[in-house]
């Protein structure tokens, strides 16, 4: 069994800890970040279209930032451990801001694909960043709670995003971008004065005494490497989950979902996009709600029984001929995938511990996420043509509950409070 200085935390770190002001400031640039890339998602694959290079060339300019996110992810993590969380962060919102840019002013398709892809590249870096600094900032036994608050400063985000995309829709497909770039530009400023700020005033609080020196980027610490994590039970099932949950949540989601919706329900565009917001309903109730017990309970039952709901109801999908009961599973789907997230970030967070940089760990961590986004709709897609749409899910299905079994070796990493 793996022990962490974080184990033998003070008892008075307890899940009802507020925290810090500066998790709540990496909660409004989440926000931001999220309701931006919420606008851009729905026209982004319409102003590809519009070159003319064919559908298949437009989803490759979709799926060019996650495939920069994905090889980029190693060279981020090292870095963070290297300059520090706050400045990579902020450096990696001020890339995806002036890619994002570049695109709104692209005048053919291939400077599309090549601005696109760059934004993957500082997308990574403020993803991996915003996951260290989580770690920390929270308290130790409020690291679920952090967790489920910044996620669902994303979800809402991403929710509220397309209704204002779609408000703007008269405004022409290139506005939509420079209003995001604009988004991640003020998230960038306000990181930067509110985190730096905070940081520096937390002497005056009782948590900012206990924490201040270990918020500063500037504080020697030992850098965790991924060979050290590996060792930990908890981290491998953590990556296999985080795999999972990549392959499930965002990537079959996303890509599976619309397309059964109408091909084999016959339902209409418009329908098949609400299939998306009621999984995203599920995932954001669950989330929203899930932190705190996870920080009193443990992260292993909240991780088992959302990879489990989430495997089992994916696997159902595909054998369903009803829209309501299609947009039934897909909200208990969302709430499953909602109870393993937190509990998951939380275990990885409870595995680096406060004394250590774990950006490269942190790292893979990432790319397990965005490997499963990645292979997802491509392998699920083989499947559907060459079978059909419930072999598909049931293979993700499958997926969900060799998690959860996983997840049987690895350990509790909950931090035991003592006095």
Request: cysteine-free; charged content about 10%; hydrophobic content about 55%.
């Amino acid at each position: 069994m793996h022990i962490h200085a974080d184990d033998s935390a003070p008892a008075e770190d307890t899940p009802t800890t507020k925290l810090p002001r500066e998790i709540h400031v990496l909660v409004a640039a989440a926000f931001i970040v999220a309701i931006g890339y919420g606008i851009i998602a729905p026209v982004l694959p319409q102003f590809a279209a519009s070159f003319d290079f064919g559908v298949t060339a437009a989803t490759i300019v979709v799926s060019s930032f996650a495939f920069f996110r994905f090889v980029f992810s190693p060279t981020s993590g090292r870095l963070v451990d290297a300059f520090g969380e706050r400045r990579i962060y902020i450096l990696g919102l001020l890339i995806v801001a002036a890619s994002t840019a570049a695109v709104a002013f692209a005048q053919g398709y291939w400077q599309l694909l090549i601005f696109r892809g760059l934004g993957g590249i500082g997308s990574t870096m403020f993803s991996v960043s915003a996951m260290a600094l989580i770690i920390r900032l929270a308290p130790v036994n409020a690291r679920a709670k952090a967790s489920s608050t910044y996620a669902t400063a994303f979800l809402v985000g991403n929710i509220a995003g397309p209704v204002l995309g779609g408000a703007m829709a008269g405004w022409g497909m290139r506005v939509p971008f420079i209003i995001y770039a604009v988004g991640l530009v003020i998230a960038a400023v306000v990181v930067r004065l509110f985190l730096g700020s905070t940081a520096s005033q937390g002497s005056s609080t009782k948590l900012g005494r206990a924490h201040a020196a270990a918020h500063r980027d500037e504080k020697p610490q030992e850098v965790m490497t991924f060979r050290q994590a590996w060792t930990d039970s908890a981290y491998r099932a953590a990556l296999f989950s985080a795999f999972v949950q990549g392959w499930s949540a965002m990537g079959i989601r996303v890509a599976i979902y619309p397309l059964f919706a109408i091909q084999a329900l016959g339902a209409g565009t418009a329908v098949a996009g609400l299939a998306l917001t009621m999984f995203a309903i599920g995932n954001t109730s669950a989330v929203a709600i899930v932190g705190r017990f996870a920080d009193t309970y443990g992260r292993k039952p909240f991780i088992q029984s959302g990879l489990l709901v989430l495997g089992v109801t994916t696997a159902a999908l595909g054998f369903t001929d009803s829209i309501w009961l299609f947009f039934v599973l897909s909200v208990i789907a969302g709430i499953g995938s909602g109870l393993a997230n937190p509990a998951q970030q939380a275990a990885v967070a409870d595995v680096i511990g406060h004394e250590r940089k774990g950006g490269r760990v942190l790292a893979k961590y990432q790319m397990a996420l965005d490997g499963g986004a990645i292979l997802g709709p491509i392998i699920a897609g083989a499947v559907v043509d060459r079978f059909d749409y419930s072999w598909a899910f049931v293979l993700t299905g499958l997926l969900g509950v060799m998690a959860a079994a996983h997840w049987i070796t690895g350990r509790e990493t909950r931090p035991r409070a003592t006095r």
